[in-house]
T-cell receptor
Framework: NAGVTQTPKFRILKIGQSMTLQCTQDMNHNYMYWYRQDPGMGLKLIYYSVGAGITDKGEVPNGYNVSRSTTEDFPLRLELAAPSQTSVYFC????????????FGPGTRLTVL | GENVEQHPSTLSVQEGDSAVIKCTYSDSASNYFPWYKQELGKRPQLIIDIRSNVGEKKDQRIAVTLNKTAKHFSLHITETQPEDSAVYFCAASKVSGGYQKVTFGTGTKLQVIP
């Protein structure tokens, strides 16, 4: 199993540009998450999904959109990028509801200039 | 909502000494408390977790304690080694709105000095 994979690893965007961060997991996990991690800070939940076709907002959803058309993929869309969205983005997944472990992807470092 | 506070923000210890990181949470409904280790430039990885029906859990040099009454939990690392140097995050988790909501602390940067 590759686990949770993310692309790209690094990206620089200009203000107002758009992009999609890709996340794929091959563990057949129902739950998937997107977090952002600002320098020296913890993880903030952007969006999550409990299964294909079902998504919901987390703590900091403004400026982002997600979709979940398959169990494996959970892309995060940034529209009209702003400097405040400069961060490291982590995707994570877990089997389902309950106290089981979240598995994190390697992260995408995004800079908006 | 849940609020998780973590202290200290940085911690330096000599190799072989013990390190303790403390977290407090606000929501008594939280019932699962994982700890993650994040090495520089890497992803967070679970190192130990504890559920609310347990007061203490140990895994080799790592232990976690939970005091539900006081709403605090701690990570203990004994016989520290240079490879323990990383940022450690605590988290508190509960079921909310049909999903497991996880709130992270702000992290502790641990430096083990050889």
């Amino acid at each position: 199993n590759a686990g949770v994979t993310q692309t790209p690893k690094f990206r620089i965007l200009k203000i107002g540009q758009s992009m999609t961060l890709q996340c794929t997991q091959d563990m057949n996990h129902n739950y998937m998450y997107w977090y952002r991690q600002d320098p020296g800070m913890g993880l903030k939940l952007i969006y999550y999904s409990v299964g294909a076709g079902i998504t919901d907002k987390g703590e900091v959803p403004n400026g982002y959109n997600v979709s979940r058309s398959t169990t494996e993929d959970f892309p995060l869309r940034l529209e009209l990028a702003a400097p405040s969205q400069t961060s490291v983005y982590f995707c994570a997944s877990k089997v389902g509801q309950g106290t089981d472990t979240q598995y994190f992807g390697p992260g995408t470092r995004l800079t908006v200039l | 909502g849940e609020n998780v506070e973590q202290h200290p923000s940085t911690l330096s210890v000599q190799e072989g000494d013990s390190a303790v990181i403390k977290c407090t949470y606000s929501d008594s409904a939280s019932n699962y408390f994982p700890w993650y280790k994040q090495e520089l430039g890497k992803r967070p990885q679970l190192i130990i977790d504890i559920r609310s029906n347990v007061g203490e859990k140990k895994d080799q040099r790592i232990a976690v304690t939970l005091n539900k009454t006081a709403k605090h939990f701690s990570l203990h690392i004994t016989e520290t080694q240079p490879e323990d140097s990383a940022v450690y995050f605590c988290a508190a988790s509960k079921v909310s709105g049909g999903y497991q909501k996880v709130t992270f602390g702000t992290g502790t940067k641990l430096q083990v000095i050889p």
